[in-house]
């Protein structure tokens, strides 16, 4: 299986900006989807962004496009959220995740491996 660790959060103001990493081993991850997600409290957890096995197709939730940038280093192992002109709303702790199966467009939740997460709080 895969092991996923994340890193980059912190405390910004609004309007600033942040990148995250996510550092994959356990398993080569040139052949897997990936993506980001977010948890506020008391919220639900929601998708972010996706970006596909070869990084060619990407998906953003209506919500952070435009700010946000998935990126994707397989000769790194490595995910990234560039994170830019950030809201207090983007205040969440946030997962990176990679598919179990080969091949994907998407991300898939419910089929996926996670991170332990890296804290975004963003002021007003």
């Known amino acids: 299986q895969a092991q996923l660790v994340e890193s980059g959060g912190g405390l910004v103001q609004a309007g600033g900006s942040l990148r995250l990493s996510c550092a994959a081993s356990?398993?080569?991850?040139?052949?897997?989807?990936m993506g980001w997600f977010r948890q506020a409290p008391g919220k639900e957890r929601e998708f972010v962004t996706s970006?596909?096995?070869?990084?060619?197709?990407?998906y953003y939730a209506d919500s952070v496009k435009g700010r946000f940038t998935i990126s994707r280093d397989n000769s790194k192992n490595t995910l990234y959220l560039q994170m830019n002109v950030l809201k207090p709303e983007d205040t969440a702790v946030y997962y990176c995740?990679?598919?179990?199966?080969?091949?994907?467009?998407?991300?898939?939740?419910?089929?996926?491996?996670w991170g332990q997460g890296t804290q975004v709080t963003v002021s007003s």
């Open positions: 970006i596909s096995w070869n990084g060619g197709t990407t």
């Open positions: 356990g398993r080569p991850a040139s052949s897997y989807a």
């Open positions: 995740a990679a598919d179990k199966l080969p091949w994907g467009i998407r991300i898939r939740s419910a089929n996926s491996y």
